[in-house]
């Protein structure tokens, strides 16, 4: 948990930094605290106050070159639309410095559990895990008890759902919209625990075999914040699964992987048949490596 906390961290100040930019007009300071919560904005406190408007810009055609929209890197209406749209509250561009290099769990069988969870839902976890499995080697099973990933609803300031991870997780959740959920990114040890929070002020659509109407699918959200948690970061194409936006209504079922999801998440632990000791054995040396230099991270930190 140590290095997703810092990572929250990071963005958490950056917001502060992002908001101590006092004099500036409302959409630019909602488009500066957007940017520095999404990665966009690389600069630290100290060079933001002396030189707003070259960061401001810099950060604004990083944006606009990320999500492929046309302009001028001037922050305009389509910008504003896009950052005002529902989506993943993890950042697009994950901050290089902090960033751990180990983002794969050590083992492909994995728990999971999703507290207090109504029998639609455990079919719906069923289903988003299924997905991942129909072409990983990973398998997944519900354990109540030791899950490696803790899925919870939260609202607004929350804790964390394992009692373990003491005091408040540092990405606040924003009232409807916004950003609809979280997940931490695995450490590469054993014994994590990894937690998807949920937004529970968002109207959730919780039935399998039905598109929403003026809801959000959690089926998809929950695909994608358990791909996070499998150690995937954002895409930038909008047919993955791990695009950060979700899809609008009409788009949002069924659920499925693109080609880019299924070749990452084989990337990091293989597909079906890559059972030979060889492949299994490179696979343990470079999550030792990883484990070691993400401890190196945290030493830093
Ligand atoms: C940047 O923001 C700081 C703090 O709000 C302000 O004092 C300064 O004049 C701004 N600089 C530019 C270049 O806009
Ligand atoms: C993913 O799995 C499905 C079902 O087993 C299979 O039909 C498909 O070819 C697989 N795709 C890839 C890219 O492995
Ligand atoms: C993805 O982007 C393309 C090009 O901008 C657009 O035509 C398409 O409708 C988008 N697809 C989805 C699912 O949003």
Known sequence: MTNAKTALL????????????????????????????????????????????????????LFQEYYQLSGNSA????MLHLMRKPRCGLADIP?????????????????????????????????????????SSLNFAHDPLRPDILISYRTGAHTYANRRNVGIC???????????????????ATDFTSEIHIDNSEPWHVYLNKNPSNTHHLLQTLTHEIGHALGLQHSMRNDSIMFPYIPDIKNQFPVKLSIEDILAIQNLYGSHDDGNPTARSLHLRTVQLDTLQSHTVILDT
């Not at 922050?75 to 389509?78: E, F, K, R, S, T």
């Not at 290099?101 to 050590?106: L, Q, T």
């Open 10 to 61: 990071v963005l958490t100040t950056t917001l502060v930094a992002a908001t101590a930019a006092a004099p500036f007009d409302s959409e630019k300071i909602e488009a500066l605290r957007f940017l520095g919560a999404y990665g966009f904005l690389k600069d630290d406190g100290g060079s933001l106050s002396s030189d707003n408007a070259t960061s401001l810009r810099r950060a604004l055609s």
């Open 75 to 78: 922050l305009d209406a389509v």
């Open 95 to 135: 901050d290089r410095v902090y960033r751990p290099i180990a983002r794969k769990w050590p083992k492909t069988r994995l728990t999971w559990n999703f507290q207090v969870a109504s029998k639609e839902i455990s079919r719906m976890v069923e289903a988003a895990f299924a997905l991942w499995a129909a072409n």
């Open 170 to 188: 540092p990405a606040t959740f924003d009232g409807p919209g916004g950003a609809l959920a979280h997940a931490f990114f695995p450490s590469g």
